[in-house]
């Protein structure tokens, strides 16, 4: 009887209630991120005049980028520096996820916030941390030569694809640690305990029975960590010289010096079909994973 | 033996954990150690202490234009982020309705996309509505940047507080205006107050996509990067960078707590929760 009253009493209040709770989200997905995109697509598809939205229809941008090898240069480039990237974060992130999961014991809050930390601390000073410790003039050229192992400064360190990756892997580690924790954290202790009663040594269960479960947050810190590395355009300029030139510095020169917003929109619109490709592959796998559980 | 074995690899791993732990903050606490170094070179041997580099922090009219900008931003965009992730994760759980689910998928989808582009895409927004590059346009690009952050804290919260004591407001009459307000509202406080600091640290440090959306007056983090370009201004940048490492840390220690206390009062009310 009283939910009666609640839904007939005030059936306007109601319906502003839901109008009122769905506004703000509302013209923020929508306009500002659905309309907003739209936006960079159509931009991408016009020519460009010095106008805001560009002049007449045209697929010269795309064909630019597939044609131009230096497009196609830096987008592989950028492909496969953010896979480094990727690799590496993962990789290295892993154990450390595992002793959070298995091992830590009563440590594992304060662990925990010791690995999300860093992130809270800004990407711009972390990325120039790099910068100093890598220099000719740098940290580790100095260390190395007040230690006695180096007698020489050498470049070799800077302004290399090598200084990109191992910044960037620090960068975002704590992003990969956390999906693959939980991940780790909801295997039930009962199949460890399980895998072994049947005689499994520890190296087996781990291959057979924590890393496929662990799979979803694998993948799911692969994307957080490749997603924004693709995209990236200030530790590329930073600490990575010419050579490491990625397709966001080209996409931000474009909205900057280069001026033509229509070919930094066709650019922008590459590379999320580059992440939409391996959203999917990574869903894909996702699902294969699921289906053996 | 097995149990030997498994200690022995616990033993490495531990040993791993804390090599990781050096790795991720031995290049961050450089910058406060440059900081006091009495050289404007960052290099060993350290040559000796000073604080002269703070004391150029003072007076500076750029930064504290660029600090006063970025709080005020950091605070609209923490407050508009908040506001998102509350209606949109509630709407979700509690709206049965396929639009809110709807815009609780896209309000996440930033996640997905790279900054240069959530940059340019509000760049071309922002020109076209006649606004231009400019604070506001500065906050609409924050909120987007915290909203995925601020939508999945509030879910999580909302997702812990027990069904029964939302139907039990309401079969006792209250609408559900009353209901969020006096109920839900309230009980979800630490999580909201924790979503606000983490949307306003993530506001205050962001640079990849403000570089785009800055007009004549730049935030800190642009004002950073305007400095790297000088080997002269990089000591004072050091002074500068350890007191937003302090501040951050303390504004995310806050947060943490602030979660955490949250999760544990959901857990001790789940069994008694109608009183």
């Known amino acids: ?293 | 033996m097995s149990a030997a074995r498994r200690d022995d690899g616990r033993g490495w791993l531990g040993v791993y954990v804390l090599a990781y732990l050096v790795f991720l903050y031995l290049p961050v606490l450089l910058i406060p150690l440059f900081s006091f170094n009495n050289s404007i070179q960052a290099a060993f041997p350290l040559q000796g202490f000073t604080l002269e580099w703070y004391a150029t922090l003072y007076g500076n009219p750029a930064l504290s234009g660029a600090l006063l900008n970025s709080l005020v931003i950091g605070v609209v965009a923490a407050a508009g982020a908040t506001l998102c992730g509350i209606t949109v994760s509630y709407m979700d759980l509690y709206g049965r309705s396929p639009l809110a689910a709807t815009i609780s998928a896209i309000s996440r989808l930033p996640i997905l996309i790279p900054g240069v582009i959530v940059g340019i895409s509000l760049l071309i927004l922002v020109n076209l509505i006649g606004l231009g590059p400019s604070r506001i346009a500065i906050v609409l690009g924050h909120i987007l940047v915290a909203l995925p952050t601020t939508v999945v804290i509030m879910r999580s919260r909302f997702a812990a507080i027990p069904k029964t004591i939302r139907e039990a407001a309401l079969d006792l009459g209250a609408s559900d205006w009353t209901t969020f307000r006096r109920v839900m509202l309230p009980l979800s406080l630490p999580a909201i107050v924790s979503a606000f600091m983490l949307a306003f640290l993530i506001s205050f440090d962001e640079f990849i996509v403000v570089f785009f959306l800055a007009g004549t007056e730049p935030t800190l983090p642009l004002y950073i990067w305007s400095q790297l370009r000088f080997p002269r201004s990089l000591p004072t940048v050091m002074a500068l960078g350890t007191a937003i490492l302090a501040v951050s840390v303390i504004i995310a220690g806050i947060a943490e707590i602030l979660r955490h206390r949250g999760l544990s009062t959901a857990r001790r009310t789940a069994p008694t929760s109608p009183a």
């Not at chain 1, 009283?2 to 923020?28: D, H, I, K, N, Q």
């Not at chain 1, 991408?44 to 980028?65: E, K, P, Y």
């Not at chain 1, 992003?175 to 460890?192: E, N």
């Open chain 1, 1 to 293: 009887m009283s939910t009666v009253v609640a839904s007939e009493a005030p059936a306007g209040s109601a319906r502003g209630f839901r109008f009122a709770m769905l506004l703000p989200g509302g013209l923020v997905t929508f306009f500002l991120i659905l309309f907003a995109l739209g936006l960079v697509l159509f931009l991408a598809l016009r020519g460009n005049d010095g106008s805001l939205l560009g002049a007449g229809f045209t697929a010269g941008n795309f064909i630019t980028v597939v044609s131009d090898p230096l497009y196609w240069t830096v987008t592989l480039r950028s492909l496969v520096i953010a896979g480094l990237v990727t690799l590496a974060t993962v990789v290295t992130a892993y154990p450390v996820a595992y002793y959070l999961a298995f091992h830590a014991g009563r440590r594992r809050s304060l662990l925990l916030f010791l690995v999300t930390l860093p992130f809270w601390t800004s990407y711009l000073l972390r990325v120039f941390a790099w910068k100093i410790v890598l220099a000719y003039n740098g940290v580790l050229n100095s260390a190395l030569i007040e230690s006695g192992i180096w007698s020489e400064p050498t470049l070799a360190f800077l302004n290399t694809p090598a200084a990109v990756v191992v910044t960037l892997a620090h960068a975002y580690a704590p992003f990969a640690i956390l999906p693959i924790y939980v991940a780790l954290d909801t295997i039930p202790k009962s199949l460890l305990e399980a895998a072994s009663d049947l005689g499994a040594r520890p190296f087996t269960a781990f291959r057979r029975v924590v890393l496929p479960n662990s799979m979803p947050g694998v993948l799911a810190a692969a994307l957080v960590v490749f997603v924004p590395t693709v995209g990236d355009y200030v530790t590329p300029a930073m600490v990575g010289g010419p050579a490491s030139t990625m397709i966001g510095t080209l996409i931000q020169s474009q909205f900057g010096k280069a001026n033509d917003w229509p070919f930094g929109a066709a650019l922008s619109v590459c590379v999320m079909l580059v992440i939409l490709c391996v959203v999917l592959v990574a869903r894909g796998a996702d699902r294969k994973f699921g289906s053996r559980k």
